[in-house]
């Protein structure tokens, strides 16, 4: 059984040709909200995609915007612990989706700069506890240590990017960064490979975009090549690759069968608008399996310890 705390915002998303830059105006499209914030995504990601008996911890308004997100959590068997703030607004993000899949995305946080180490439910019957950085940094950390207290497995997805403590690296079993975070959390600007000697933490996951992803798991490498799929928006991929493994971890898996498999499941939702609307099914992520078995050719495996600095 998972724990996720961390965050949940109304996302507002716009379609446009491209990304606006500083001081420009882009005409987009059509306007939609969808469930989002990257806790709350990586809930519904470890139940539905990941088919593991899921409870999050989120702080929301007392307000409109918190209906959707309650409905989402729950469709997906979330089971929710709510800390409700009727002085602040639920947390929204305002995002713009380009027609390559690109994102840029602002995030106002309301409610969930209000979650406090106070909140965090008794964590027995929990196997791993899933963190990010949308929730106030000593809130995550004093949940961080509690769990190693309690003897659950700290997964902590360092997101948005920021530099951390010691202290709450040094909580962490599995951290899981993208290579921008990666840069930051190592505090390194050589390559994956260098950034990873840096990290004292027993397990970090890189992910890696359209190349797929690695791990440097106790001083062991794994590669794993990406999934070919025609990408429509990539909010919420990384979320959905966060609760993906942390599910397949704590069902038993291997690191390299779960990385597999959370790599699978974050190709689909890039296949479609929106964060938890783009999370898919189990059922899904294993026909992509089965579609794709052979997409780990050593061509692809040696462009991505090219990509890495491996060779
Ligand atoms: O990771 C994607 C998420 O980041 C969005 O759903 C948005 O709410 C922000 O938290």
Redesign the pocket.
Known sequence: MILVAG?A?L?FVVQADHIPAPGETVLGREFKT?P???GA?QAVACAKAGGMVTHMLLALGNDDFATPLESSLRGAGVQMHIVREPDHAT?T?F?CVSDSGENA?T?APGANACLRPVHLPPLDGFSHLLLQL?TPLDTVCAYARAARKAGVVVVLNA?PSQVLAPELLSLVDILIVNEGELAVVSQCQGSVAECLERLQVPTVVVTLGESGCCARQQGVLHLQAAFAISPVDS??A??TFCGALSAALSLGHGMADALRYACAAGALACTRLG?QSSIPEATDVASLLVQQTDNNTPSRLAALRALCGLN
């Open positions: 965050s915002n996302d969808f989002g914030g990257k995504n947390g993000a995002i995305i995030v949308e997101a909010t919420g990384g979320d964060a």
